[in-house]
C-alpha cells in the first residue's frame, strides 16, 4: 500500500468512517480495488500520478466499465487529495456513500412466508448489522436467503 492509501486507510477500517465496513485490497474478477463497501457496493480507487498516463487511463477506463456493470460505484480520489485535503476527499466518499444508502432504502422489502406471498415476516435486503440480542445467521433454502434465529 502507498503512503496515501495507509493514511485513507487508518480512516475507513475497523468501521471508523461513519460506521461503514470497508475493506482493503479486494479481488473482483481480473481486478483489484484499492477499498471496497460490500455492502453499499462501493470501490474507493486512490490514484498516484501515473493514472495520468494515457495507456493507463485507458485501463482504468475498462476497469471501471467492467466495475459499474457489476454494480459498483467507483470513486477515484488521488494522492494529491489525500495529502492536501482530506477532509473533502472523506466528504466525497461519505455522499456517495449516503447516496447508496439511501437507495437501498428504496428497494421493497423482501417477504417471507406461506406459498402465496401474503404474510409473513419481513426481512430486510440491507445486509447491516443485526441486532445482537440473539444470535442470527443466514442460510439459503431452495434459492432464497432467511435469517434464521438461535
Request: hydrophobic content about 30%; aromatic content about 4%.
Amino acid at each position: 500500500m502507498t503512503k496515501e492509501e495507509k493514511i485513507l486507510w487508518a480512516l475507513l477500517r475497523d468501521r471508523r468512517s461513519r460506521n461503514i465496513k470497508f475493506r482493503r485490497q479486494v479481488n473482483i474478477g481480473p481486478y483489484i480495488a484499492d477499498f471496497l463497501c460490500k455492502e453499499l457496493r462501493i470501490i474507493i480507487e486512490v490514484d498516484g500520478g501515473i493514472h495520468n498516463n494515457q495507456e493507463q487511463m485507458e485501463h482504468d477506463n475498462d476497469r471501471d466499465s467492467f466495475l459499474g456493470e457489476n454494480g459498483y460505484k467507483i470513486i477515484r480520489i488521488t494522492n494529491e487529495e489525500i495529502r492536501n485535503s482530506l477532509p473533502l476527499a472523506l466528504e466525497r466518499i461519505h455522499l456517495l456513500t449516503k447516496k447508496q444508502n439511501n437507495k437501498q432504502k428504496q428497494l421493497p422489502p423482501l417477504h417471507r412466508g406461506g406459498e402465496g406471498g401474503g404474510g409473513g415476516e419481513v426481512v430486510s435486503r440491507r445486509r447491516g448489522p443485526v441486532p445482537r440480542t440473539r444470535a442470527h445467521f443466514v442460510r439459503t433454502v431452495r434459492g432464497k436467503d432467511e435469517i434464521v434465529k438461535s
